[in-house]
């Protein structure tokens, strides 16, 4: 149980929402404090002002009623859930456990929400003060649907303790959370740089907001590691990687980056939504801020958007001032959508990872491929420094064909029964979509003569997924 002295007279115990009857254990440990204090007065106190909480606290005094509580408003999620961990779940603390087993109970608080197990679905914009002295001070948790609900923290701790992070704030979509993280951290007359892998949007969000806010771009080659210290300027503010890219998957020397950015005083943002925090820790490896987009992995069922953006201390308060001051609030059924697919994040991953392995190892043989690019691959070029970063690989994959025309391309794909076409990924549902970076490449250049088709393994089964490709494959040729 969390126990907060006040002063040497006053005991303040959470005990849970509408009196909810707590677990043995913590009643044996209050009544062996009442015990030793031998109170003269027990105060049963609701909606205590200066409680952020605003849940019941049994106020144990040696004079008459409770003196003051101090606020816990504003605590980092660390600390808060050190302090409410010991109130609920019988006093376990999932930290200790396998992510296997924490991914299972993280974000749900069965004691403060009746017994039920997962967080309720809150909806709503006004959120009401019990007082005019609460209403000035806000110092209570929530203030203003924008700005959070029961439902809305319960993920955001959850991705922060699997990121090993400080804070996350959440946000409308995986792009979002680019754009909060970037406008957080850059000013006018400042420069970044920006892995020339970088997913599209994001690339347009520099062309097209950042520069015309004053703000200079450096593309840079991703596999450039230490050398990135030849590029940073006095003016330069952050460095942003993806590792893999999400179309070309090269793998980035975050910790070689990190190093050098670190000696400037220069935070360095990481993509990490291909790798999730299962498979790779940037803030680990010396990274400040990790985006996602929980679209993808996350949710893991293509039926919500959603972002998120974990931080180290350093630079928590300046992205959520910035994700207040842009008005960010994620969708209430996205957030209990991506609360529920995080629960089987392990398990769906071992399937993607496994099945992707197998339909890039079977590609690899087909004739009409000329290479398969797979970072746990041993041909990957950076096979190495993925075998060194991650502890696994995500059912996302490209491959390059031998050159064919429009028409054959078009017979392989438009006849495909289980892959469909779409943009994202990160679903149960297989995919697949042909791309071209080159018109979107200033640092790098991309050399290939055939056609470049990227791969998303689902949920399916593997030998049906190669039914379907074989088949596509001959009208392919069919057509050739």
């Known amino acids: 149980m969390a126990v907060i002295w006040e002063n040497s007279k006053t005991l303040i115990i959470p005990v849970g929402l509408d009196r909810h009857i707590i677990n043995s254990k913590a009643q044996n440990f209050i009544w062996q404090i009442l015990h030793l204090l031998r109170p003269a007065k027990l105060t049963d106190l609701h909606r205590e002002k200066h409680s952020c909480y605003l849940r019941p606290f049994l106020v144990v005094g040696q004079e008459h009623g409770p003196t003051h509580i101090a606020s816990i408003n504003g605590i980092c999620p660390s600390e808060r859930d050190q302090f409410m961990s010991q109130s609920s779940n019988g006093g376990k603390k999932s930290g200790k456990k396998n992510i296997k087993t924490r991914l299972m109970h993280m974000g749900s608080d069965p004691d403060n929400f009746h017994g039920f197990v997962n967080t309720p679905l809150f909806r709503g914009s006004t959120i009401l ?176 958007n959603l972002g998120s953006i974990t931080t180290t201390e350093s630079y928590s308060k300046i992205i959520r001032q910035t994700h207040g001051d842009m008005g960010q609030c994620p969708g209430p059924e996205d957030v209990t959508l991506c609360l529920r697919g995080i629960r089987t994040l392990s398990v769906r991953l071992e399937r993607h990872q496994a099945s992707a392995l197998e339909m890039a190892n079977w590609l690899v043989d087909r004739p009409e491929v000329a290479s398969v690019i797979h970072p746990a691959r041993k041909d990957h070029p950076d096979h190495a420094l993925w075998q060194r970063d991650f502890n696994g690989s995500s059912g996302l994959f490209s491959i390059i064909l031998h050159d064919v025309s429009d028409t054959a391309l078009g017979a392989m794909l438009d006849g495909l029964d289980l892959f469909g076409m779409g943009a994202s990924w990160g679903g149960y549902e297989s995919l697949v979509i042909p791309f071209n970076p080159a018109p979107n490449r200033t640092a790098t250049a991309w050399k290939t003569d055939g056609r470049a088709l990227r791969f998303h393994i689902g949920l399916e089964d593997v030998e049906d997924l190669k039914n379907d490709l074989d088949a596509g494959f001959t009208r392919l040729g069919a057509n050739s």
């Open 129 to 304: 003060y019990p007082t005019l002295d609460t209403y000035l001070s806000r110092t209570q948790k929530y203030t203003y649907g924008r700005r959070g609900t029961p439902t809305i923290s319960a993920l955001e701790d959850s991705i922060t303790e699997l990121e090993g992070g400080h804070h996350t704030a959440l946000t409308s979509s995986g792009l979002s959370a680019c754009s909060v993280s970037l406008l957080a951290i850059v000013k006018s007359g400042g420069h970044i740089l920006m892995t020339d892998s970088v997913y599209q949007p994001v690339r347009s969000l520099c062309e097209r907001l950042l520069k015309r806010l004053g703000v200079e771009i450096t593309y840079y080659d991703p596999h450039i590691g230490s050398g990135i210290s030849e590029l940073i300027q006095e003016n330069t503010q952050l460095v942003y990687t993806e590792s893999p890219g999400s179309l070309t998957f090269e793998i980035q020397d975050l910790p070689a980056i990190c190093e050098v950015a670190k000696s400037h005083d220069i935070p360095v943002l990481v993509d990490n939504t291909w790798g999730t925090p299962l498979y790779y820790n940037p803030l680990k490896l010396g990274a400040s801020v990790v985006i996602h987009a929980g679209t993808k992995y996350f949710s893991g069922h293509s039926d919500a």
